[in-house]
């Protein structure tokens, strides 16, 4: 029974699709309209830990990286051939896995970086060095996060509660996923827009106000790196994830009237740009995501936050089985 029931592996995450999708997002994520340093992160943190998901991951990020610029394209292979290179001439051990992984991806991004930049425009002014100082440090960051989320969504079931810090890693990480999909639009409808505001809801309702609001400042603070013009998008998704979080004892419901009370607060006062018309059909757009969400799922997110009703139950019936056992 305990074999049977441990593993539940997901069709999608078997064949290896929801890694092609993520890599071809973060292929096409871009900070500042121009710096792209989650594609060698990512491919190093993939590569480390699920080994077998790595060409998966490198064909979906020069996929995405293809539909920016030809440069980027050779900046993510040229890098995952230097880092494989890198990792075969020295394999670390297991005890400085991450410290010198996170050393290969700065080599490897830094120097790629560097050649292609001064290859492409013949100097480097001091602007461009400082601009390629900041992508290869985003870069070594990013490798340590990501170092935290590829074991938090590996197949083997998780009993230990996320800590404060994995939250915001798989926050940052679905964030910057989600910019891959700036400037997609249906009907004026921003996707990023929607599918952040969907997140937003999805905690608020399933760990409260303060995780709520948690993941509405960190994913509009990577929404606004992305596209300064963004900012304002903190403010309404915090917003939205408190409301949410405070109304989460009406369910779905209650979360999106948290929702559309800050989408027309932030609309009538704040200065986006974005008008109000279409700000609350983004807004309607994430609520129709929402209740569409299977109950299970959200409940299955909040087993892994300490302080919910859920992650007790769940910590409860783990007792029990050990017990019996």
């Not at 077998?52 to 490198?58: I, K």
């Not at 005890?95 to 010198?100: I, Y």
Request: glycine share 8%.
């Amino acid at each position: 029974y305990v074999k049977k029931s441990s593993v539940q592996i997901p069709q999608i995450t078997k064949s290896g699709i929801l890694f092609l999708v993520v890599g071809f997002l973060l292929g096409r994520a871009l900070i500042l309209s121009q710096l792209a340093p989650f594609s060698i992160p990512f491919f190093a943190a993939v590569y480390m830990i699920k080994r077998d998901r790595a060409p998966h991951v490198l064909l979906g990020l020069i996929a995405g990286a293809a539909t920016i610029e030809v440069l980027n394209v050779l900046n993510v292979f040229i890098s995952a051939i230097f880092f494989l290179v890198l990792y075969k001439a020295r394999e670390p051990s297991p005890l400085k896995q991450v410290k010198v992984t996170t050393i290969y991806v700065l080599m490897s991004f830094g120097l790629t970086n560097f050649l292609l930049h001064y290859l492409k425009e013949g100097q480097l002014l001091l602007y461009d060095g400082v601009m390629l100082g900041v992508e290869t440090i985003l870069a070594g960051v990013l490798t340590l996060i990501f170092f935290q989320c590829i074991p938090l969504i590996s197949l083997k079931k998780r009993t230990i509660p996320l800590r404060t810090e994995e939250i915001v890693s798989v926050i940052i990480l679905m964030a910057s996923i989600m910019t891959g999909t700036i400037g997609w639009t249906i009907y004026e409808l921003s996707f990023e827009h929607i599918f952040s505001r969907y997140l937003v809801l999805i905690f608020s309702l399933a760990a409260g106000a303060a995780i709520g609001s948690t993941v509405g400042v960190v994913t509009g603070l990577v929404f606004s790196l992305a596209n300064i013009g963004t900012l304002y998008q903190m403010s309404l998704l915090a917003f939205s994830g408190l409301l949410g979080g405070l109304l989460k004892e009406g369910k779905k419901i209650g979360a999106s009237i948290g929702l559309l009370i800050a989408t027309c607060l932030i609309g009538l006062y704040g200065e986006g740009g974005t008008p109000l018309l279409i700000s609350l059909y983004e807004s309607l757009g994430a609520i129709l995501l929402f209740l569409l969400t299977p109950s299970s799922l959200i409940e299955k997110v909040a087993k892994y936050i300490p302080g919910t009703l859920e992650h007790s139950n769940e910590q409860q019936k783990y007792m029990r089985k050990m017990r019996d056992v």
